[in-house]
């Protein structure tokens, strides 16, 4: 079975920085993408950053040149270092991984349970 386990959120104040973690473990085969969404109250969950490999990265325009997400593929763990947060950051952010398990012929999508950031101004 394949757990993502999301640590890092918390309380800051508007201009501060926060790091997510999450780690996946399980029986794994292979993973494809991580990535990090977030959901606000009242609104869609959207995607914040994602990343390919280690190389390839994706981020929405309204965290560019502001959030930087990072892995390290021997220990499956993928993480989003927040600078400059605004109080507009604040949100859920959710952990997800599209992997393989042994078992599987295809990737799936596998997610955390989320961990809160609130941005305080």
């Known amino acids: 079975q394949v757990q993502l386990v999301e640590s890092g959120g918390g309380l800051v104040q508007a201009g501060g920085s926060l790091r997510l973690s999450c780690a996946a473990s399980?029986?794994?085969?292979?993973?494809?993408?991580m990535a990090w969404y977030r959901q606000a109250p009242g609104k869609q969950r959207e995607l914040v950053a994602r990343?390919?490999?280690?190389?390839?990265?994706d981020y929405a325009d309204s965290v560019k040149g502001r959030f930087t997400i990072s892995r390290d593929n021997a220990k499956n763990t993928v993480y989003l270092q927040m600078n400059s947060l605004k109080p507009e950051d604040t949100a859920v952010y959710y952990c997800?991984?599209?992997?393989?398990?042994?078992?599987?012929?295809?990737?799936?999508?596998?997610w955390g349970q989320g961990t809160q950031v609130t941005v305080s101004s």
């Open positions: 997800n991984a599209r992997l393989r398990t042994p078992a599987q012929l295809m990737d799936n999508d596998y």
């Open positions: 399980g029986r794994i085969f292979s993973i494809n993408t």
């Open positions: 990343i390919i490999s280690s190389i390839t990265t």
